[in-house]
């Protein structure tokens, strides 16, 4: 009996890399499983041109798992519907989805297109609105709950050179994340936030990584048990929650706040000055990101 028995699950962005990975296993913890892909370059661009969900579709069929391909475009709330519908006609009822697809159009600020913004932020953002939004409304009507992963990343949540667009729209979901994770509890919708580290055709030629063989523990593979955790009943009723996953570690990360002071009226820059060690933490000695 797998994990995911008689469970659906909608994967975004799984032609490919961690989504692949996500969907694999989950069909074979007994999902059946949506598997979404507009296709296209890293970039974006070219989209809706390729065969890739078809062929994650046709590994876990000669797995002996059941999945469908969506080619729909998450970035439009056209895309998300049919994304929902596709689950919805092929298997009844929708119980899972990761929020996995995702574009870089790397560059620094200064350098940044408005087109280079709206097209990360349109893809890693809206697109996150315009799937979770039917579905949300899909699991609230059925009243038997699920769970939503969004997928968030360290560049948002610690910030990485060259990469304000995508940083910007990762850290906006993690807000996203906490918001509905507080409206979800009444309908046991859980909600969780991801931040994976993994070798993938996304990460392949950043900095430190081109021309290296990647580490065998830096694969999406290794990435996949994580989310499995996340979207089973492993983790309970645990909700709101931001997850890291990498061969770094697997390890919540929190926002936290510093002991800090309660001013007095009148107070001063200069009391905030003569207070800094209440009010700021020290700085951190090594890098310990997930």
Not at 266 to 285: C, I, M, N, Y
Request: with cysteine.
């Amino acid at each position: 009996m797998g994990l995911l028995e008689a469970k659906v699950a909608i994967v975004t962005g799984a032609g490919g890399g961690l989504g692949r990975a996500y969907a694999r296993l989950f069909a074979r913890e007994g999902a059946a499983v949506v598997v979404n892909d507009f296709g296209g370059a890293r970039d974006g661009t070219a989209a809706g041109t390729s065969p890739m969900a078809q062929a994650v579709v046709d590994e876990i069929a000669a797995d002996g798992g059941r999945a469908v391909a969506s080619a729909a475009d998450v970035s439009t709330t056209k895309g998300g519907a049919s994304i929902l519908k596709t689950a919805l006609d092929a298997f009844g009822q929708v119980d899972i989805l990761v929020n996995n697809a995702g574009i870089l159009r790397d560059k620094t600020f200064a350098n940044t297109s408005e087109s280079d913004w709206d097209a990360v932020v349109r893809v890693h953002l809206k697109g996150a609105y315009c799937v979770t939004k039917p579905v949300w409304n899909h699991m609230k009507g059925a009243g038997k709950g699920g769970v939503i992963v969004l997928t968030s990343s360290g560049s948002g949540l610690f910030g990485n050179f060259g990469q304000t667009n995508y940083g910007a729209a990762k850290a906006a979901l993690w807000g996203m994340m906490r918001v509905l994770a507080i409206e979800g509890r009444k309908y046991g919708i859980r909600v969780w936030g991801l931040a994976p580290g993994a070798y993938t055709r996304m990460t392949s030629d950043l900095p430190g990584r081109r021309d290296r063989e990647p580490d065998p523990a830096s694969l999406p593979e290794n990435v996949a048990p994580g989310v499995l955790y996340m979207v089973s009943d492993l983790s309970g009723d645990q909700t709101g929650k931001m997850l890291g996953v990498s061969s770094r570690g697997v390890r919540e990360i929190r926002m936290v706040q510093a002991k800090g002071f309660v001013p007095t009226v009148g107070w001063t820059a200069q009391d905030l000055a003569d207070r800094a060690g209440e009010v700021f933490f020290a700085e951190p000695k090594a890098d310990v990101r997930g």
